[in-house]
């Protein structure tokens, strides 16, 4: 932990020292609060539990501290992400989701990046969902360098390729050291383009057999677990004839190739209409894991109050499975939820108060059929942005 503060320190020092030299910037964000949860399960006794934490897209610890910053000089730069959600002091600690350095060349048409990657272009951006695939999972360690080409002739496009370390544990069955064919069997490929009436971006992720997605069943190597595909979507004409009015899309594909076990297939759909008296918006989601789908629904609305001072509002969600694998055939549905909200906005923070009921089906037991699971939380949020 000491080491990391100290290699902290002196990155941003750096900087500081060179910033009349270059273009320095720095931003991010502090979310946290107090959790008050209530479960509630058939057959067990209630249970309450409170804690420390942000439900506000704030990870899963005691909140979330996030730190961005990029550095430019002349055409060469550094960019990197700096992040806790476990605020414990411990070396697992701070995080850094990446760190990578670039350079600009041939008038800005060609862009090469180097290190921990990540800030992709061709990522799906969310919400639901923030995946892009040359990002390297927990634990997997490495790096990548990636290329980018902007050509002068079509603004708008960025087309390119990564050649990266693979981003998974190492299969254990293998029994042999990485090779030259097994990085390049990584390689992933990107493209995006953005203009006035609509917005791609498509990610293609190659695998080798050296790796082993995590929660994989299957321990040998030589599997095929197949590629990976990521995607967004957006429409932008229909601003021109409705102001606030959004749609778009984003997913991804796992397992492009492969046996069904290794399938993963999560879509979602977004339909939005913004103004400044409020947000009104719709959420489609369709799941597929196995032989298990699932959909989900989820609109919401939230209205500003003395010029957006406060806002009000819910968001609802129901979600129900189908195929072999339900959870439970016989109920109505998987899961429902409802979440009231009532936030006070100031300049670069907000408070928040929200309440959440959550109630899902379980497997059926011999002598409970349609055992129901509760949960009720209160969660007290603060978020500030720098």
């Known amino acids: 932990m000491k080491r990391i503060t100290a290699s902290l320190v002196f990155i941003f020092a750096a900087m500081a020292a060179y910033a009349q030299l270059g273009d320095f910037t720095f931003d991010g964000f502090v979310r946290t609060g107090f959790i008050w949860r209530k479960s509630e399960t058939i057959g067990k006794d209630p249970k309450t539990e409170v804690s420390l934490g942000n439900l506000d897209d704030a990870g899963g610890g005691q909140g979330r501290i996030r730190m961005n910053f990029s550095y430019t000089i002349n055409n060469v730069g550094l960019k990197g992400r700096l992040q806790w959600d476990n605020w414990q002091n411990s070396q697992k600690a701070p995080e850094w989701p990446y760190l990578f350095a670039y350079i600009n060349s041939f008038e800005e048409q060609l862009v090469i990046s180097a290190g921990k990657l990540g800030s992709s272009p061709w990522g799906t951006g969310g919400p639901e969902k923030w995946k892009e695939l040359e990002s390297m999972s927990e634990g997997s360690g490495g790096g990548g360098v990636r290329f980018e080409y902007k050509p002068m002739f079509l603004p708008g496009l960025n087309a390119g390729i990564v ?131 699932t959909f989900h629904f989820k609109p919401s609305y939230y209205h500003n109050l003395f010029d957006k001072l406060i806002t009000v509002g819910a968001s609802f969600k129901y979600e129900n499975d189908f195929g072999e694998d339900r959870i439970n055939p016989s109920a109505p549905y998987t899961e429902i939820e409802f979440e009231p909200k009532l936030q006070l906005n100031f300049a670069n923070a907000y408070v928040a108060f929200t309440f959440n009921f959550k109630q899902n089906y379980k497997q059926p037991q011999p002598k409970i059929p349609n055992p129901i699971e509760r949960f009720q939380t209160m969660n007290l949020r603060f978020g500030l942005s720098f």
């Open 163 to 293: 050649l990266n370390w693979y981003d998974g544990s190492l299969d254990r069955g293998i029994g042999r050291d990485v090779t030259l064919l097994d990085v390049l069997q990584e390689t992933v490929l990107g493209v995006a383009y953005e203009n006035d009436f609509f917005l791609v971006h498509f990610e293609y992720r190659l695998d080798s057999e050296i790796d082993q997605r995590p929660g994989s069943g299957n321990q040998s190597g030589g599997v095929n677990e197949g590629d990976d595909i990521v995607y967004r979507v957006e429409e932008r004409a229909l601003k021109n004839y409705l102001p606030g009015f959004q749609i778009w899309a984003l997913g991804e594909f796992q397992g492009v190739g492969a046996s069904s076990e290794y399938v993963y297939l999560d879509n979602w759909l977004f339909l939005q209409y913004q103004q400044d008296w409020g947000t009104a918006q719709l959420r489609f989601g369709y799941k597929v894991a196995d032989s298990r789908s």
